[in-house]
């Protein structure tokens, strides 16, 4: 806890400004509060003891411990360092700032709480398993306890370790209608509690213990997608896409090899927290909307990194929820950030560096060099995002694709559709059409369809309609009445430009030209989601490089079962 500062009360102005004060009414809200707090000082380790059947928790971490002075007064209500008034309600830098946890905590539990402070605890931090049964160093600090009004009861000297130990026992004792929930429930709100906390603080190590037994442990990472690993159940490195900024971090597991059964894990984060922000979740949801199968959502975590004037937390006691400013940037913000993270300029080349090192050890062991095969190429008009160079057609189905990492092997319908499908929605336009195109036996929901996406349609007799006006790319299409009709069934307009595509895009087996392959993949390339079709399907099978030479064993070159003498 990050008590460098003085605790003091809040003034009443302070005070009556602020929502609701802090809502304990779980064992997950407390350890929320307690990690939550741990942070705030700095802490880069966090240890956490449950004995739930008790209801007691013990909390531990490696922060910047508190005061003497402090401990006096930390458990009173509205009492905090971190704000002193009105104005700083509007410049929040800190998770906790009502000053109404550790009193909450104290009315519904017994409460202690160990703390030592240091200045070279730095380079000496607790180790989470170690520290958890016996300090590395003893040193100076103090033990407190309090009453349930969270006055000071005792303060006594103690050996402890630099950091914060907060004992919480007999929690809810003398209120019985919050002890509710099997010991298995509890834990899942406080491993959701934990898992929100630690995707979006990667540099923070979590360790729980559950009735002395080692029961989560989340150790730091270098980012965002390997935390995200630690918590998903299924998923590798290479299944996510990375965009970062100073503004935003957004991963993204790619809509063609990884998504879920529901929209549990579209997580948006502010400044440190997961939070509730319908709009946002809905702008994710409809850049998405047609890169994945019916019923599947994407893995999206998206952290935005927010000035604090534009963020006002005092809306939830909880802070679940806010106020953001300037929504509308921040959607724009998200929308080209997808867009990014979907390129494939982000994974094509990512086993480029190891490709070079093989080709270097082949070459120095004189392998294949008086078999090479020149041939001359002349260079691309221009750079393509993701450097495909189209070698062949399989089946008239697939085009086989080679690129500095490996091959790829594309789809070409459904790669076709994706091309088709962003220009219909580019360049959306209907023009009229004569003669009209005649449908017989329309239903009132079917004409209405129609007319909803933009048709004209007249009636021309006893269960006859003309159809006056139609898509542009249906002008010249043979089939455009069973397009039509096709679109009198579907549900919305999005839904008919989907349709369109699919009707329009150029059919399996059909032979294409080596210019027609070229042309397929640069227009490919330059969508806005190449991973996969309008319904979800994926485009393109991928085998990289390191893949290739794993399964040749190719690095045996470079070894002695090749007859390479060390040197």
């Known amino acids: 806890m990050s008590e460098s500062k003085t605790i ?9 400004r602020m929502a609701a004060g802090e809502v304990i009414d779980s064992a997950a809200a407390v350890v929320r509060e307690l990690v939550e707090n741990a942070i705030d000082a700095n802490a880069t380790r966090i240890v ?25 007064t930390i458990a009173l209500p509205h009492t905090t360092n971190k704000i002193s ?21 104290a009315q519904f539990s017994q409460l202690e709480i160990l703390s030592c402070m240091d200045d070279d605890r730095l380079d000496d931090r607790l180790d989470p398993i170690e520290a958890k049964r016996e300090p590395k160093r003893e040193s100076s600090g103090w033990r407190a306890n309090y009453t349930t009004n969270g006055e000071l009861e005792t303060l006594e000297e103690a050996a402890i370790a630099p950091g914060t130990i907060i004992h919480v026992n007999q929690l809810f004792q003398n209120w019985e209608s919050r002890r509710t929930g099997t010991p298995k429930q509890q834990l899942k709100l406080i491993q959701t509690c934990l898992h929100n906390i630690a ?34 159940p299924n998923g590798v490195l290479s299944d996510f896409s990375q965009v970062k900024t100073e503004e935003i971090e957004l991963v993204l597991g790619l809509p063609d090899r990884i998504s879920r059964r529901s929209p549990d894990w579209i997580r948006i984060a ?29 893995i999206v975590l998206v952290h935005l990194h927010a000035p604090p004037q534009q963020v006002d937390w005092n809306r939830d006691p909880d802070k679940s929820s806010l106020y953001l400013q300037e929504l509308d940037s921040w959607q724009t913000l998200i929308i080209r950030s997808i867009q990014q993270a979907l390129t494939l300029t982000n994974d ?97 929901r079917q004409v209405e369809q129609l007319e ?77 989601n ?15 490089e390191t893949a290739l030479a794993q399964f040749f064993r190719r690095q045996w070159v470079i070894g002695k079962s090749h007859g390479l003498e060390e040197a």
């Not at 440190?272 to 890169?291: C, H, N, S, Y």
């Open 8 to 16: 003091r009360p809040l003034s009443l102005d302070v005070i009556h």
């Open 48 to 72: 956490i003891d449950l004995w739930l059947d008790q209801w007691k928790i013990h909390v531990m971490d490696n922060g910047q411990g508190i005061s003497h002075e402090n401990l006096r």
């Open 85 to 105: 008034q009105q104005s700083d309600l509007s410049n929040i830098t800190t998770l906790g700032f009502r000053g109404e946890a550790i009193h909450s905590i």
């Open 199 to 232: 995707i979006v603080h990667p540099e923070i190590t979590i360790q729980v213990f559950q009735d002395d037994r080692e029961w989560l442990t989340l150790g730091n990472t270098k980012n965002l997608v390997q935390r995200l690993l630690q918590v998903l």
């Open 270 to 298: 502010v400044n440190g927290r997961i939070v509730q922000i319908p709009e946002l979740f809905q702008t994710i949801m409809t850049a998405l909307r047609k890169t994945l199968p019916r019923d599947r959502y994407p």
């Open 348 to 444: 094509l080349l990512s086993g480029q560096r190891t490709t070079q090192f093989l080709r270097a050890a082949e070459q120095s062991a004189g392998y294949g060099l008086d078999r090479a095969i020149t041939t001359t190429e002349s260079k691309p008009t221009r750079s393509l995002p993701g450097d495909l160079k189209a070698i062949a057609q399989v089946r008239n189905t697939y085009i086989l694709a080679e690129h500095p990492a490996g091959m790829y092997l594309i789809e070409q319908h459904i790669a076709h559709e994706r091309v088709l499908y962003e220009q219909i929605c580019d360049r959306w336009s209907l023009v009229p059409i004569e003669p009209a195109i005649i449908l017989t036996a329309l239903s009132d």
């Open 452 to 528: 909803t996406v933009g048709l004209t349609v007249d009636d021309f007799g006893e269960q006859l309609w003309a159809v006056r006006t139609i898509p542009e790319m249906l002008l010249h299409r043979d089939d455009r009445a069973a397009a039509i009709l096709e679109l009198s069934l579907l549900g919305d307009l999005n839904a008919a430009q989907v349709a369109i595509a699919c009707r329009t895009a150029i059919r399996n087996g059909t032979p294409l030209t080596s210019s027609e392959q070229r042309h397929l993949l640069q227009q490919w390339q330059q969508t806005l």
């Open 530 to 544: 190449p991973h996969t079709c309008p319904h979800g399907r994926p485009i393109y099978l991928v085998l990289q």
